[in-house]
């Protein structure tokens, strides 16, 4: 059209983006750009719709049939061939309002725009092309065909594109979701047997109406779809429609559905077929009906060749529509039962609303049960009846959810932990279920297929899948602006909501505040948990949390948890410590990082006082990061130093022995550059340590003789007592035990009284890590008696000092010398309690230290059943680097060649005595 006069043009694509522009608005999306050639358009934004992706590709079909159309009326009145390119994308986008009092219009920016616009660029004329994410959520909706994996411009890598050929069979999510293939039906059974309850009832000629109740996903199609398949082996006649989300603006839409399956009318198919077939059909059921002919045809939009039809009045039709479909079902419920299913009522049109009243006040007589489903917003007159019952479905008690999630993932025992976060984030909600196993197969994150699937890799976090994201979005948005205000407010707050935190973090007034509280426990977003001291609220349910708190722009989550900080500091300001934790995930939400710096590391602190040494390791990377955002003054850097010491001792007791190297050489350059000697003596002394611990003996032994003089020359004593006791125990490693001895003696003699109890800086107390290796070089002495006196000691102290760690510690050493004086059954229930310990506190490192001088143990006594399992499992967790690699691998020679195993045994002992020689 380039070549044309602008005015002839005009004439020529007017027409053209009318069309597209009708279909954009027959599916309920905002237009949002008119080119001149062209248009953009938005579904599920400004505001959400759960089906936002279906409406866009249904809305794509209808543009290109429109411009088919055109292009055939218009041929030979122009010369120009017509046809147009459509590209969809879905994901998350910024819209912003541009407009006035007058005129409000909408853009989105972002990658998901960018991306969709470079769809219809790949697409050919003719053609709708859409990305990866976009089919995910229409699977079953529409036909597609892959286009393969396409290099697009300002993207890394290649992505996966998919042409939309045609509208597909699915109209509902269970639909959809049957081409996977249907999971297990279990939690079910009580209501399924009140449905067949109902259904004799009917089929005795007492119609019922029955009203299956509950929230998006909880399974009222799949219950719906169970009663029906367990008819259809019966006389039972079944007829099924559903409303839709975008067709509320569309006069009879379920109706019209159900009576082409019923008619089985095709698209496409002639008028004149459609109505001799169904006038064959209505003379066979009962010559009776034939005057309903017109009104039928004019539902499933045949054209009417009856002139005394079109005569009547519009009112006069609209109530024989209503008649003749009421009349219809009524006389094949008296042929035989009949089960009329209309699902998801809550989008159902008000025509459909109509014949749905009257044909309930018409069913006490009839063969006919009723079954509808619908979620608890929607309402109805029908709860006086004697003849409706309404079920409200709940969500899957834990126990069904389990065997829901067993049928979905398997039974691979690495997928436990996945399993308990699955059903805590789910909440019992089987759709929730099924859509994050599925996400998490698209996402690579599980590999093989349903029933047999295992992790892949470590899995951090859990995004919430799309097509949960659109059902819980859609519901938000369609809450008023100050209770969806007050909603995203709680999001902020956490899975505990005290009402004077909400009060204070809300910007909604005293009296809109409660009124939008109702609301939101009125449509089950939030429930009141707690009554005293304050009010509490909390999320029905956590996906819903995490959804509300995606709906918020970046900087308004900052500005949130920012009041949030303030609102705490005020309310609960003679309790902070009880707030730490959420006071530290606030200030880091919020960015006010000298806040966030203090209270991650006071959460961390509190973790690890509770030997929650993992929690305590995230509060203290988090730190760190928060650190990098303060001015580098020497009085951060030292503060920074000593950030890294404490995450230090947590990560020591959790087996990362390599993160803590890298956190002291970072911790070495800073104090160097300070020229800060205390805190390069800790640092010496820590290395020790860790070095140890990985199996490097001789740095070990260097750093702590480093720490040794720094610590005689600043005449540090907690210095000396750490460098002392790390020293000693690579000595007694390498089994150098006159220095062993020197340096843990030391430790025994002058850590005495109170100063037993101190840590010193250690991840556990130096008095009992000195008793407990001073046992183990004393045993491998062969003095038993002088070693069982440290041990004893060591364990009495860590009791005394309810210290967990330290408790570990002190089984091992005392077990370890009951073990090597061969008295293993003393040894077994010593080294059973610290493996239990350090399993419940996940305490890798010495995890990994027990579990082998239990499976050594376990030998000893001769039960080699439960000593061989468990020294090979030992051993495939220690890297060659490890501490003790040499030791362990010589004791499951010993167990091998007790099971009569002896070239195992013979090659076991060959590796540690050559591991042995080359760690020295």
């Given at each position: 059209?380039?070549?044309?006069?602008?005015?002839?043009?005009?004439?020529?694509?007017?027409?053209?983006?009318?069309?597209?522009?009708?279909?954009?608005?027959?599916?309920?999306?905002?237009?949002?750009?008119?080119?001149?050639?062209?248009?953009?358009?938005?579904?599920?934004?400004?505001?959400?719709?759960?089906?936002?992706?279906?409406?866009?590709?249904?809305?794509?079909?209808?543009?290109?049939?429109?411009?088919?159309?055109?292009?055939?009326?218009?041929?030979?009145?122009?010369?120009?061939?017509?046809?147009?390119?459509?590209?969809?994308?879905?994901?998350?986008?910024?819209?912003?309002?541009?407009?006035?009092?007058?005129?409000?219009?909408?853009?989105?920016?972002?990658?998901?725009?960018?991306?969709?616009?470079?769809?219809?660029?790949?697409?050919?004329?003719?053609?709708?092309?859409?990305?990866?994410?976009?089919?995910?959520?229409?699977?079953?909706?529409?036909?597609?065909?892959?286009?393969?994996?396409?290099?697009?411009?300002?993207?890394?890598?290649?992505?996966?594109?998919?042409?939309?050929?045609?509208?597909?069979?699915?109209?509902?999510?269970?639909?959809?979701?049957?081409?996977?293939?249907?999971?297990?039906?279990?939690?079910?059974?009580?209501?399924?047997?009140?449905?067949?309850?109902?259904?004799?009832?009917?089929?005795?000629?007492?119609?019922?109406?029955?009203?299956?109740?509950?929230?998006?996903?909880?399974?009222?199609?799949?219950?719906?779809?169970?009663?029906?398949?367990?008819?259809?082996?019966?006389?039972?006649?079944?007829?099924?429609?559903?409303?839709?989300?975008?067709?509320?603006?569309?006069?009879?839409?379920?109706?019209?559905?159900?009576?082409?399956?019923?008619?089985?009318?095709?698209?496409?198919?002639?008028?004149?077929?459609?109505?001799?077939?169904?006038?064959?059909?209505?003379?066979?059921?009962?010559?009776?009906?034939?005057?309903?002919?017109?009104?039928?045809?004019?539902?499933?939009?045949?054209?009417?060749?009856?002139?005394?039809?079109?005569?009547?009045?519009?009112?006069?039709?609209?109530?024989?529509?209503?008649?003749?479909?009421?009349?219809?079902?009524?006389?094949?419920?008296?042929?035989?039962?009949?089960?009329?299913?209309?699902?998801?009522?809550?989008?159902?049109?008000?025509?459909?609303?109509?014949?749905?009243?009257?044909?309930?006040?018409?069913?006490?007589?009839?063969?006919?049960?009723?079954?509808?489903?619908?979620?608890?917003?929607?309402?109805?007159?029908?709860?006086?009846?004697?003849?409706?019952?309404?079920?409200?479905?709940?969500?899957?008690?834990?126990?069904?959810?389990?065997?829901?999630?067993?049928?979905?993932?398997?039974?691979?025992?690495?997928?436990?932990?996945?399993?308990?976060?699955?059903?805590?984030?789910?909440?019992?909600?089987?759709?929730?279920?099924?859509?994050?196993?599925?996400?998490?197969?698209?996402?690579?994150?599980?590999?093989?297929?349903?029933?047999?699937?295992?992790?892949?890799?470590?899995?951090?976090?859990?995004?919430?899948?799309?097509?949960?994201?659109?059902?819980?979005?859609?519901?938000?948005?369609?809450?008023?602006?100050?209770?969806?205000?007050?909603?995203?407010?709680?999001?902020?707050?956490?899975?505990?909501?005290?009402?004077?935190?909400?009060?204070?973090?809300?910007?909604?007034?005293?009296?809109?505040?409660?009124?939008?509280?109702?609301?939101?426990?009125?449509?089950?977003?939030?429930?009141?948990?707690?009554?005293?001291?304050?009010?509490?609220?909390?999320?029905?349910?956590?996906?819903?949390?995490?959804?509300?708190?995606?709906?918020?722009?970046?900087?308004?989550?900052?500005?949130?948890?920012?009041?949030?900080?303030?609102?705490?500091?005020?309310?609960?300001?003679?309790?902070?410590?009880?707030?730490?934790?959420?006071?530290a995930h606030h200030a880091v939400g919020s960015a006010v990082w000298e806040k966030a710096f203090g209270y991650l590391q006071q959460a961390g602190a509190k973790a690890k006082a509770r030997s929650a040494y993992q929690e305590a390791a995230s509060y203290f990377e988090q730190a760190l990061d928060a650190g990098r955002h303060l001015p580098p003054d020497r009085a951060h850097l030292e503060r920074m130093i000593d950030l890294?010491?404490?995450?230090?001792?947590?990560?020591?007791?959790?087996?990362?022995?390599?993160?803590?190297?890298?956190?002291?050489?970072?911790?070495?350059?800073?104090?160097?550059?300070?020229?800060?000697?205390?805190?390069?003596?800790?640092?010496?002394?820590?290395?020790?340590?860790?070095?140890?611990?990985?199996?490097?003996?001789?740095?070990?032994?260097?750093?702590?003789?480093?720490?040794?003089?720094?610590?005689?020359?600043?005449?540090?004593?907690?210095?000396?007592?750490?460098?002392?006791?790390?020293?000693?125990?690579?000595?007694?490693?390498?089994?150098?035990?006159?220095?062993?001895?020197?340096?843990?003696?030391?430790?025994?003699?002058?850590?005495?009284?109170?100063?037993?109890?101190?840590?010193?800086?250690?991840?556990?107390?130096?008095?009992?890590?000195?008793?407990?290796?001073?046992?183990?070089?004393?045993?491998?002495?062969?003095?038993?008696?002088?070693?069982?006196?440290?041990?004893?000691?060591?364990?009495?102290?860590?009791?005394?000092?309810?210290?967990?760690?330290?408790?570990?510690?002190?089984?091992?050493?005392?077990?370890?010398?009951?073990?090597?004086?061969?008295?293993?059954?003393?040894?077994?229930?010593?080294?059973?309690?610290?493996?239990?310990?350090?399993?419940?506190?996940?305490?890798?490192?010495?995890?990994?230290?027990?579990?082998?001088?239990?499976?050594?143990?376990?030998?000893?006594?001769?039960?080699?059943?439960?000593?061989?399992?468990?020294?090979?499992?030992?051993?495939?967790?220690?890297?060659?680097?490890?501490?003790?690699?040499?030791?362990?691998?010589?004791?499951?020679?010993?167990?091998?060649?007790?099971?009569?195993?002896?070239?195992?045994?013979?090659?076991?002992?060959?590796?540690?005595?050559?591991?042995?020689?080359?760690?020295?």
């Open positions: 059209l380039a070549d044309r006069d602008p005015e002839e043009a005009r004439k020529i694509l007017d027409p053209v983006l009318e069309g597209l522009m009708e279909a954009v608005h027959r599916y309920e999306g905002t237009v949002n750009q008119v080119m001149g050639d062209g248009i953009m358009a938005l579904f599920g934004a400004p505001l959400a719709h759960e089906d936002h992706a279906v409406r866009a590709c249904y809305a794509a079909l209808r543009m290109q049939e429109s411009v088919t159309k055109y292009a055939r009326e218009t041929q030979g009145s122009h010369s120009a061939v017509v046809r147009i390119r459509v590209g969809l994308n879905s994901g998350e986008v910024v819209v912003r309002a541009i407009g006035s009092d007058l005129r409000m219009d909408y853009t989105a920016v972002g990658q998901t725009t960018h991306l969709a616009g470079r769809m219809e660029q790949l697409a050919d004329p003719g053609a709708i092309v859409i990305t990866a994410a976009t089919r995910a959520l229409v699977e079953g909706y529409v036909e597609v065909k892959s286009l393969g994996l396409v290099p697009v411009k300002g993207l890394a890598e290649p992505v996966e594109i998919y042409e939309v050929t045609g509208a597909g069979v699915a109209r509902t999510r269970l639909q959809a979701g049957a081409r996977r293939g249907l999971t297990r039906f279990v939690g079910r059974d009580a209501e399924l047997v009140q449905l067949r309850r109902l259904g004799d009832q009917a089929a005795a000629r007492h119609g019922q109406v029955v009203a299956i109740v509950g929230d998006p996903g909880v399974g009222k199609s799949r219950l719906v779809w169970e009663f029906a398949e367990s008819l259809a082996s019966q006389e039972w006649r079944i007829m099924a429609s559903s409303a839709v989300s975008h067709g509320k603006a569309t006069p009879y839409l379920p109706i019209a559905q159900f009576l082409r399956t019923y008619f089985r009318v095709e698209d496409g198919e002639d008028a004149r077929t459609v109505h001799e077939r169904i006038a064959d059909q209505l003379k066979t059921l009962d010559p009776a009906l034939l005057p309903a002919l017109p009104a039928l045809l004019t539902l499933l939009d045949t054209a009417v060749p009856d002139e005394a039809w079109q005569a009547l009045d519009p009112q006069e039709r609209r109530q024989r529509v209503l008649e003749s479909v009421k009349r219809l079902v009524l006389r094949e419920s008296a042929v035989r039962p009949l089960l009329l299913v209309f699902e998801d009522l809550q989008w159902i049109d008000s025509e459909t609303q109509t014949f749905l009243d009257g044909l309930v006040v018409s069913l006490p007589t009839a063969r006919l049960l009723l079954l509808v489903t619908y979620r608890p917003e929607y309402e109805h007159g029908w709860g006086g009846k004697g003849h409706y019952t309404q079920l409200r479905i709940h969500p899957l008690f834990p126990e069904s959810a389990e065997k829901l999630l067993h049928e979905l993932l398997g039974d691979d025992e690495t997928l436990t932990p996945l399993k308990r976060v699955l059903t805590e984030r789910a909440q019992g909600n089987p759709f929730f279920l099924e859509e994050s196993v599925w996400a998490l197969a698209e996402a690579s994150a599980l590999a093989g297929e349903r029933g047999r699937y295992h992790l892949t890799g470590r899995l951090d976090a859990l995004d919430v899948p799309a097509t949960i994201q659109a059902v819980l979005a859609a519901r938000i948005d369609r809450l008023s602006p100050s209770a969806k205000s007050l909603l995203q407010a709680a999001s902020v707050i956490g899975t505990d909501i005290p009402l004077p935190l909400l009060q204070a973090t809300s910007e909604l007034s005293d009296a809109e505040l409660p009124v939008a509280l109702a609301s939101l426990q009125a449509a089950e977003f939030l429930y009141e948990a707690k009554f005293v001291p304050d009010r509490e609220f909390r999320f029905n349910h956590a996906l819903t949390q995490d959804v509300a708190y995606q709906t918020l722009l970046h900087e308004r989550r900052r500005v949130l948890h920012g009041r949030v900080v303030e609102a705490i500091e005020r309310l609960y300001d003679e309790r902070l410590p009880e707030w730490v934790d959420r006071l890294r010491f404490d995450l230090r001792g947590v990560l020591i007791p959790l087996g990362r022995f390599e993160r803590a190297v890298e956190r002291l050489a970072e911790a070495e350059v800073v104090a160097e550059a300070l020229g800060d000697q205390r805190r390069l003596g800790r640092i010496s002394a820590y290395l020790s340590a860790s070095f140890r611990l990985l199996g490097e003996h001789a740095r070990s032994i260097a750093c702590g003789l480093r720490a040794l003089r720094i610590a005689a020359t600043l005449e540090d004593f907690a210095l000396q007592v750490a460098a002392n006791c790390y020293l000693g125990e690579t000595y007694a490693v390498v089994a150098d035990y006159p220095h062993a001895m020197q340096h843990l003696a030391w430790n025994s003699e002058h850590v005495a009284g109170d100063r037993r109890y101190e840590s010193f800086g250690a991840s556990a107390l130096p008095a009992v890590l000195s008793h407990a290796f001073l046992a183990q070089v004393l045993a491998d002495q062969g003095a038993f008696p002088e070693g069982r006196l440290q041990g004893s000691a060591g364990l009495t102290l860590a009791e005394a000092a309810r210290q967990p760690f330290s408790q570990v510690i002190a089984r091992w050493g005392l077990g370890y010398l009951y073990v090597e004086q061969g008295e293993a059954e003393t040894a077994i229930p010593l080294l059973e309690q610290g493996v239990e310990m350090a399993e419940r506190l996940s305490i890798g490192g010495w995890g990994g230290t027990l579990m082998p001088t239990l499976g050594y143990a376990y030998a000893v006594a001769g039960r080699l059943g439960e000593a061989i399992p468990l020294l090979e499992e030992s051993l495939k967790r220690l890297v060659a680097t490890r501490r003790g690699h040499a030791l362990f691998t010589a004791q499951l020679a010993h167990a091998y060649l007790g099971a009569r195993r002896g070239n195992e045994a013979s090659q076991l002992a060959a590796d540690a005595l050559s591991t042995a020689r080359r760690r020295g």
